[in-house]
């Protein structure tokens, strides 16, 4: 499993993270898209909040909410340069 290393909030509900294998770029939440639980990352101060579990390795915030890591890796790997990074 691929594990994220380190993990910095970005404006627009963006992630800047950094795995295991070297691997970093940015990764769109995109809560309004997800909806549900996901909606509560539209505020600031709990996007903010974003860890990385060091148990399993993975962004998640103190409202219940993950991502998988393998899911971020594998799409940040696909949109290298599409957020700038």
Known sequence: ???VLEVKPLPGCRVWVRFADGLEGVYAVEPERRG???DL???PAVFEAVTINPDF???EWPVG???CPNAMHM???QNIGKYGE
């Open 41 to 43: 990352l539209r505020d």
């Open 75 to 77: 799409e940040i790997q």
């Open 36 to 38: 549900g639980v996901f």
């Open 57 to 59: 390795g993975c962004v």
């Open 65 to 67: 909410i993950d991502l």
């Open 1 to 3: 499993m691929t594990r």
